[in-house]
C-alpha cells in the first residue's frame, strides 16, 4: 500500500504552480546535483526549470567507454557543462578537502538522483535542508541498490517513486513523497521502467522539494516491519539456470537488461540471451533447443523460452532469423551441458 503524503497526485501542472509561489515568495532553493546516468537527466533539467540554483553537479568520473575507449563523461556530466554549470568528479567523497569544497557552497539541499556512490556522513551533514534521494521504489519496499531489477525479477504488478531524505543507513530515511503505483508490464525491461520511472520522479520532485523548503511537509519515518531490501547484482547473476521456470527466466532477461546481462554456454563459449518471449508448454529437457522455421525455442524447468535476440561470445547482437543462418547445428543443443 502506497503511503500518499500530498492530498492528491502531483502533476506537472502543479510543478508549474509550485514554482510560481517560489518566485514570488523569492524561495529558490540552492542545490547541489548529485547523478550520474541518462534517466538521472531529466531531474536536474526539471529543478533548473524550476528556477533553482544549481550551485554544483556532483557525478562519476570520467570512464572510458565505446570502441574508441576515449574517457567520456556521465551523461549528467555532459548535460551539466553544456549548460554551463559547475560539475565536479570525485574519486572519493570521504576525502577532507572534497567535504571542505562542498561545505564552503553553503547549498540548501542536496539532490541524489542515480549518482552511484554512497553519501558518508560528513557529508549528509552539511546542507540545512538535508538530503533528497529519488528512489525508484515505493518505500520501505526495495530498498538498496538494485529495485527495479528486484521488482521485475519478483513479478511485482506495481512499483513506484518515492522522494526520502537521505541518513546514514540503506535507504532508512524518511519519506517526503511518493507517486502513484506505476504498472510492471510484461514487457518493461530494467531499461524501460528505469526510464519511466525517473521521468515521474522528475516531476514528482520540484513540488516536493518546494513543499518541503516551505514547511508544508513534515518527514514520514518508515514503517520498517515492512521493509525489503535488494542486493547489489553480480556478473553471475546473470548465468541462466535452466532448470528454473521459463516465467522466471523471461523475468531474468528483462530484469538484468543491460547489465548484467543473460547467458548460457554453448560449445564452450557464452552465448547471451538479450531478448525472450514466454514459449509453449510443449515438453523440452532443461536446456534442450529446438528450431521452428526461424524461431528457437528452449527447454527450462516448466515450458519453454523463445528466444528472439541473441549474441554470441565476441560477435555482434543478432535476430535469431541472422543466428540460425551461421549457427543452424545448434538444433539439439543441450546449453549448459
Known sequence: EKRQ????????????????????????????????????????????????????????????RGRSKMPLPTPVGAYASEAGMAVWKPDQLRKAGTVKDLAALEADAYVVAAYGKFLPDAVLALPRLGVLNLHPSLIPKHRGPSPVATAILEGDDWTGVTVMLLDSGMDTGPILSQSDPVPVTGRDTHTTLTERLFKIGSVLLPPTLDAYAKGEITPAPQDNSRATTSRLLKREDGRIDWSMTAIEIHRQVRAFDPWPGTFTTWRGQNLKILSALIGPEAPLSPGEVRRAADAIFIGT??????????????????????????YSNIEGATLNA
Open 5 to 64: 503524503l500530498f492530498p492528491r497526485k502531483l502533476t506537472p501542472r502543479d510543478s508549474r504552480r509550485a514554482i510560481a509561489r517560489l518566485d514570488r515568495g523569492n524561495g529558490m532553493v540552492k542545490i547541489v546535483y548529485f547523478g550520474s546516468p541518462e534517466f538521472a537527466v531529466p531531474s536536474l533539467e526539471a529543478l533548473t526549470a524550476a528556477g533553482h540554483e544549481i550551485c554544483a553537479v556532483i557525478t562519476q568520473p570520467d570512464r572510458r
Open 301 to 326: 524447468g516448466s515450458g519453454q523460452l523463445e528466444v528472439r535476440k541473441l549474441q554470441v561470445e565476441g560477435k555482434s547482437k543478432m535476430s535469431t532469423a541472422a543466428f540460425l543462418r551461421g
